[in-house]
Structure formats: C-alpha cells, structure tokens
C-alpha cells in the first residue's frame, strides 16, 4: 500500500513523529520549532506520497529533517520529563525526596544543554531514542567512531559537572 | 597513560572486556555513572504532544492541497513569476536610502544622544542632575536621557528599578516598557522589569501612571499601583512609606513568585528555582540582610521548602 493511503501515512505518523521531535531538538532546535519543523516534513511526505515507499517513508523523513535549514541562533533548551509509568513514587511527606528529584531532573538539563551540539545530538539520540551507534552514524552521516567520540565526550562531561567530587 | 577518545562510549554499549572495565574504573567510577545513567533513564524528553501535531499537518495539507495538482511544490520559481521581477527603480532606492539615514543621523545627532546609566548585579548608585534632581538606581537598572534636552522636557527611560527625587520645574516623564509616570510631585519609586509588569510607590506629592493602553491613575503620598499584564490595578496604601530597598528590605503586595525570585536575585549573588510554583502570589516583607533568613522567611509564608546547593537555592512545595 503506498504512503497516499490516510491509515498508512497515519500509521507513519504514529511511529516517527516523536523520534524525528527529538532529533530535531537534539541538533538544536527548541521543542516548539522542533514541532513545526516535524508538521512540514510530513507534509512534504504527503506530497511526494506517490514517489516515496511505505518502508522508505521514515528515513525519508529523517533525510527531510537533516536537510531543514536550522537557525543560526539556536540555543539548546532541551527539557526533561518523568516518563509516564515510570516516574518515581512520589512520597508526599518525605520532601526531601521530591527535592533531590527535582534538582537531579534540573542539574541534568542543564549539563545537556551546555554540551556541544554534536555532542548533544548523540547524547540524546543514544540515551532518550534508544538508537545504536551505527544506525546515529547513519542519519548523521558520520563514522561510528566519531558517534563514539561524540558520545565520550558528552559522558565525560555529565560525569565531570555531576559525580566527580572535587574536594 | 591517556585513555582512548571512544572508550566511554563503548563501555556504555557494553562493549568493553573484563579487563578494559578494570583499567576503566581507575579513571572513572563506573559504578556511579551507570546508577547516573540508569537515573536518567526514567526521563524523557520534552516533545509536543501527538494530537496537536497532527492537527497541524492536517491544516498544512489542506492549504496545500489546491496546489499539489498544479505545481511540483519542490520547485518554486520565481523568475518565472511575472509580479516578482523588480522595478528599475528600486534599485535607486536602495543605493538613496542608507545615504539619507546617514544624513540624518549626522544633522539630528546632538538631538537624539543620550546618556546612559547602568547597574550591575548587586550594585547601587546615584545620578545627581544640574537642576537638583536626583535618581538612585538599584541592582541591575539602567536609566537613559538627553542632557541637552533637560532645560526644554525632563525625560528618563528605566529598564529595572531607581527611586527619583525630583527637582521643581518642567514636567518631569520616566517610560518604561510596562508604562509611563509622570511627576505632579516630588518623591517617588519605579520598579519596572519588563512590557507586562510595574510597580510604581509615591512618597511624596503625585504622579501619575499611566499604562501602554493609555489608562491613567493618579497617586498621593504613601500609595501604590502596580501594572500587571499591561493593565494597571487598583491603588493602595503602603503599610510603610519608606523606600524599601534602600532600607534593606523588599516589600512585595500580590506579587506572582517568579517576580519576588527574579527581584531577589539582584540583590543577592545567588539563583533561584522554584519549578511549578512561579505562578503562586506573595505578600510580604523580605529582609535583604541576609539571603537565608529571606528564604527561611518567604518558604515559612508559602509553605515552601528550601535547599542551598552551591549557589542556588530550590525552593519546592511542602503541601
């Protein structure tokens, strides 16, 4: 069944559009333009619908993605969530708990957000999306050792600015 | 020994033998990473939701729709587009136009110069006017006026806060971004900090305040006004008549948290956070001796918790 198909196209939709949300915020868009940027690559999926296979629809949206011109100002403001199901039981008297949550959700985006953005867009990818080494390497178009590289980087940094003590 | 670029990467795959994880944990403690890692692992990050973004394709499509049968919508040509090619004359227009500013600029300048004042985190300081006028600017403020233009219009732009103490004479305006007062009196304090909110006390005399929609009030002595979302309130009477931060204190009335927290750290060399809370209103007074007894002070009125790690203080609900 081809992409022009509503329930195929939909069924695309449900699958990629959180992936492509957080590739495009890890490359360094804000969630917002992130969003739109995602409805026009959709769009455009729509359109070419006639010449795009149902299983080459998705790195059809990845290539899309990668080629949308990202602003030059960009700033990272990656926000974190608790996933649904498996945020931590909350125990209202013990604010003590709720606090070290808190501040860990917070100290993690921050050290997110001052990474670099190649090293961010692995971090995110690998940790958040679940994607391999080898299948980043594919959508960025890089070496697998520069992903590992990258990825390094980006845990040497969380490790140096959240556990390495220095006294 | 240095260590490979790649070598975390490859240990957080679980790629590395035995061996390699001991010569690892040296440098590191994996053990705390990973239970870092496994934390982070309940996170996610923040996307918009599924219904609202396919809501939006839906409208994109139907936009597009009338031209999908028309035109490849890869190619969009403009050269070919008859209303696009440009009239001769424009081309002078934008070679004149640079040319007239810069005229402009040289013949108007002395009219238009404007001296500028600014303060920095923590810091105070005071202006004193050929005519007797004075403003004492607080943390983080910036005042800018015309000297040339002071015999003829006394006017001040305030981005932050500065208590003005005005000479008689020509009508005396200050403009901010959230509203304008002008001076009818003598004494008075503007605290400003962006287009939607201002506070505006009166110690002496009048003023009046007006609003980016042009509303006005009238203030007396000892009453005060704020403007909050580009709309001003009601007038009401300060429970003290002094200038709070020069006394060493804050006196906030219904004012939401992320503007009491904001306002506090200039006087402070500290950060606050205070997720899901900044909505909430305070009324109150905030000692600015000291940075703990202002925190103990403002958790105890909202039933709030406070932390201090390095320098920044959370602030997170105890109810």
Redesign the interface.
């Known amino acids: 069944m081809s992409v022009c198909a509503e329930a195929v196209f939909k069924d695309v939709f449900d699958r990629c559009q959180k992936p492509l949300q957080v590739f495009l915020q890890a490359r360094g868009m804000v969630m917002h333009k992130a969003a739109d940027s995602v409805q026009d690559c959709f769009v455009k999926l729509w359109n070419n619908c006639t010449k795009v296979e149902r299983d080459k629809a998705k790195s059809y949206l990845f290539t899309i993605a990668s080629r949308l011109h990202i602003d030059e100002y960009r700033k990272a403001e990656v926000r974190l969530k608790y996933r649904r199901g498996l945020s931590p039981m909350v125990v209202k008297e013990d604010g003590q708990y709720k606090l070290e949550e808190q501040e860990f959700k917070y100290k993690l985006e921050q050290t997110i957000n001052n990474m670099t953005d190649k090293n961010r867009a692995v971090f995110l990818l690998n940790r958040f999306e679940k994607k391999t080494y080898k299948e980043i390497a594919e959508s960025l178009d890089i070496s697998v050792k520069a992903v590992e590289k990258r990825m390094s980087a980006a845990l040497k940094r969380l490790y140096q600015e959240n556990i390495f003590q220095k006294k | 020994m240095s260590i490979p ?6 240990w ?2 679980g790629k590395l033998s035995r061996e390699q994880q001991q010569s690892l944990s040296e440098h ?2 994996l053990d ?2 990973q239970a ?2 496994d ?10 939701s ?1 219904d ?3 809501k ?2 839906q409208e ?2 139907k936009e ?1 729709r009338t031209d ?1 049968k028309d035109s490849p ?1 890869e190619s969009k040509n403009p050269s070919t587009n008859i209303s696009s090619r440009k009239p001769e004359w424009l081309k002078w227009i934008v070679f004149l136009l640079p040319l007239i500013f810069l005229i402009a600029y040289f013949m108007f300048r002395s009219q238009i110069a404007m001296t500028t004042i600014k303060t920095e985190k923590a810091e105070v300081k005071t202006h004193l006017f050929a005519d007797g006028t004075t403003i004492d600017l607080a943390p983080q403020t910036e005042i800018r006026f015309n000297e040339n233009q002071w015999e003829t219009e006394r006017l001040v732009v305030l981005e932050g806060q500065a208590t003005f103490n005005v000479a008689k004479g020509n009508p005396f305006i200050v403009q901010t971004r959230s509203g304008d007062v002008e001076v009818l009196g003598t004494q008075f304090d503007i605290w400003s900090i962006n287009r939607d909110w201002m506070r505006v006390q009166c110690y002496e005399g009048k003023v009046s305040v007006s609003d980016p929609q042009s509303d006005h009030i009238i203030l007396e002595a000892a009453e005060e006004v704020s403007i909050a979302n580009g709309k001003i309130g009601g007038v009401q009477k300060m429970t003290n008549n002094k200038v709070d931060w020069k006394a060493q204190y804050r006196s906030f009335t219904t004012t939401p948290i992320k503007l009491v927290l904001l306002d506090l750290e200039r006087f402070f060399d500290i950060r606050f ?1 205070a ?1 899901g809370l900044e909505d909430e209103v305070f009324t109150g007074v905030i000692t600015l001796e000291n940075v703990e007894q202002a925190a103990r002070y403002l958790s105890t009125t909202m039933a709030y ?1 406070f ?1 201090q ?1 390095e320098n920044t203080i ?1 602030f ?1 609900s ?1 109810k």
């Open positions: 670029k790649d070598i975390l990467a490859k957080a795959a590191y403690d705390a990473l870092w890692l934390r982070q692992a309940g996170l996610e990050v923040e996307t918009v599924e609202s973004l396919w939006g394709i994109k499509k597009l999908k919508p956070v997720s918790e932390k790690k959370y997170t105890s």
